[in-house]
């Protein structure tokens, strides 16, 4: 077992997604245990709590990919409102999405901004930004 | 003719990268002279001339997202360069190339990683890092 | 503002699409105005108004792509409406996301043709068709 | 006609995904009769026919593509339910689709995990397994 | 033994890209000569031969979709030939390629056209086309 | 510190590759330790020491997935090397790899072949096998 890092992953997920990461997790762990376990471990436990990157800038890393990928809507979701909790601002996300336009074409930026979109309803949170 | 536009990215072009971003569209524009003039205008004259969003970040999205796609070896070069050139840490661009394990797999982070380490070569960078 | 580009490429997405084109451009400005603008500027104003390629073989191009990347439904849904809209034949629509599984795969091809197979039985389209 | 590729190939689907391979290609053949007719004939008539290479071991490399390209989630749970009717084991499938986080990211594997609890669920296989 | 389909699929490839199609498949063929079969029988005797789209369409909507994937390299160049073959003008395939910017990202574009210039300087087509 | 899993990783990936797996860690190592760690630790350490799945059907599903990838070329060479090394025939990696024209199309096997080729010009294995 490899507590150390199962403990670590726990918190650094309940640090980035609140309650909500958790509540994935456990979901997740009724039917594939093993993996749940490595999803607290690897990527919170080993990745998300290194030094040199920090959490809004590692939100930001996340959110770019999964729009630019195209593939993973609800872990896109799961990330936006993870980098709302960390602190990135609405701005900022939608920034991020919009700039995938750039490099993985206008319907990924078209598909992410539509689950901003959901999430900032959840979040009441009105769009049009005033940045806008 | 859009000038505003394209006078604004040629700026934002050499802010973001210095003078070799402008020589990399310099040669493109003798073979796709419409094509350098569109990358000119609406990724940077449009997109990273945005406010809302940081240089840094923005760096830190698109360094996250080419490594996830993993098809674009040379824009990912140009990116790394331009990361640094905004103010990204060595370690911080490290970091988001290796957290793309996380969300496009191994592979695409050691293929990555190794342009990475072909970029610090170039500016003398040292790996592996002090905070590695 | 750039007044010209924008009128240009409002033009040319009714010229694709007809009113409903604009009508999701509308919707999408209510909350990401700038991005709907971008679509209209850039896509419709620089690209598809530029002479060279005519806009049936620029809808055959657009349809052969969104299939193949086979993560962009809903513009794929838009898009092969546009193709019909332009003067593609029905029949040249089903063999440009038949021929995409030779070079994306047969799964690319059949999820491109779920989605031909619902826009034409929106246009009252009866398949199979005659030729095939 | 190809006669011989056609009732070979309808044969090996048949012997591969029982009844319901042949169901979902005549589905298919009522909008689509020439696509169907060359999935019966490629994919089954030449590829699965060929020796060298096990009907198991041929559905694990296919779940696996399936669940690491991220993009053909129909397609998947057919060939999860292909890989049960040719002997792979529910344990199989499970870390053949879990590996996948290595190759293709996390996200990749949640979703094919996603696909696999949604068969095991038709087919009364409980979850989680007693080996995970 | 399938003697039509090979034997039409060998003719179409020869209309498609002269000699040199039937020089790639000869060399494939000394070391996997039943795929280089399928090639033949498949895409070029089953795909391509039909009628519906033609061969300019269907060199447009291959290219279009070569570039968008952004993986393919090798084939992209033998499909760019291909189309100048069958009749496309140098500024269609410039035109399809830089569209791709706005389905698959800049990047993707850049990538295309770079296989594009590769391939005019063999067939002595300068560049900047003077249409752009 | 995890030394378990890192032992037992470093185990699995001699038993699974030979000394070159070996290798290929302590090359990375040299410029990013935290990662070489990573992949001795997670993939091999955590996934492939995992039962339920043989080593034989592990390197099935890891070279399918990354030809249908079609962008990790280097790590489908060490791949090909070691699926050989576990046991598989050549017979059983080619068939594999034309497999993956079906469902990631066919440039993405003729891009597999051509680094199978390579490794088994290495391994003095001579094509065409006398099964194809």
């Known amino acids: 077992m490899s507590t150390d890092r199962y403990e670590r992953g726990a918190a650094m997920l309940a640090a980035i997604d609140g309650p909500a990461g958790l509540a994935v997790v456990d979901g997740l762990a009724k039917s594939f245990p093993d993996f749940?376990?490595?999803?607290?471990?690897?990527?919170f436990g080993d990745i998300y709590a290194r030094k040199g990157l920090g959490l809004r800038e590692r939100?930001?890393?996340?959110?770019?990919?999964?729009?630019?990928?195209?593939?993973?809507?609800?872990q896109l979701r799961v990330h936006v409102h993870a980098a709302l909790h960390v602190g990135c601002?609405?701005?900022?996300?939608?920034?991020?999405?919009?700039?995938?336009?750039v490099y993985a074409g206008f319907p990924a930026a078209l598909n992410g901004l539509a689950v901003v979109r959901e999430v900032f309803v959840e979040k009441d949170i009105s769009l049009p930004l005033v940045s806008d």
Chains 1, 2, 3, 4, 5, 6 share one sequence.
Do not use: D, N, W
């Open 36 to 43: 749940a376990r490595y999803i607290v471990e690897f990527p």
């Open 89 to 101: 601002t609405p701005s900022e996300i939608v920034e991020v999405v919009m700039q995938m336009a």
């Open 59 to 74: 939100e930001i890393a996340t959110v770019a990919a999964l729009s630019a990928l195209g593939k993973a809507t609800p």
